[in-house]
């Protein structure tokens, strides 16, 4: 079955630095997915996501890069913020579009001021 | 726009007693997941469904707990005869037919005393 983790589960990281979370998943036929940002007490928000025929996708701050051959990607931060502040988890469905999705346990990211 | 709707947020329960969730998807959206998260852990899938149909079960255990999502009204998360394992938070996801992407409510706390 599809197993989708984070490498780490706690990153500090200094207010207006960088922020890198990594991310492996198991099935290379996973397609899709997605990272979702969960603040203390509230659901999982949708960040970005990013099908497999691309290799990077850019938001608003954020950018998640794939890379298929070691089925690993990643969600980098730009300038982070004490907003920023969150857990956060990378998820794939398990078998393409409405189907469940499969979490990594999640990693919790402090800025610091 | 509503996103995904919840109720109620937090809810105390003894052992022994019926637990009741409610989720009210996204506007246009026909498709619910139910999951659930341990303190400190990723989110397990549970169910879903569609307008009076489950889908996928298999994360549910067999006993105690069922869902439904009628044609009118919310989809309900059933536990019955809550015991202390049960403690949680649950949280409920729609969907559109066809789509990936999952967009989550704000949970529901459960407590069992």
């Known amino acids: 079955g599809e197993s989708v983790g984070l490498h780490l589960p706690t990153l500090s990281v200094q207010e207006g630095d960088n922020s890198i979370i990594n991310c492996a998943y198991s099935?290379?036929?996973?397609?899709?997915f997605i990272w979702y940002k969960q603040e203390s007490g509230k659901g999982p928000q949708f960040i970005i996501d990013i099908r497999s025929n691309m290799d990077k996708r850019q938001g608003q701050r954020v950018t998640v890069l794939l890379n298929k051959t070691v089925k690993h990607l990643s969600l980098q931060i730009a300038a982070t913020q004490p907003g920023d502040s969150a857990v956060y988890f990378c998820a794939a469905p398990e078998t393409g579009a409405n189907s469940k999705l499969t979490f990594g346990k999640g990693i919790t990211l402090s800025v610091r001021p | 726009n509503a996103g995904v709707m919840q109720n109620p947020r937090h809810l105390v329960r003894r052992r022994g007693q019926e637990a009741r969730l409610r989720c009210s998807p996204m506007k246009g959206h026909s498709h619910v997941y139910w999951y659930r998260q341990l303190p400190e852990e990723g989110l397990k899938f549970m169910v879903y469904l569609q307008k009076e149909n489950i889908i996928d079960e298999s994360g549910m255990p067999k006993e105690r707990f069922s869902a439904e999502f009628p044609k009118e009204g919310p989809s309900i998360l059933r536990i019955q005869q809550v015991v202390r394992g049960d403690s949680a938070a649950y949280f409920c996801?729609?969907?559109?037919?066809?789509?990936?992407?999952?967009?989550f409510g704000p949970g529901t706390r459960l407590t069992v005393l």
């Open positions: 099935n290379s036929a996973s397609d899709y």
């Open positions: 996801a729609s969907s559109s037919l066809g789509g990936d992407t999952q967009y």
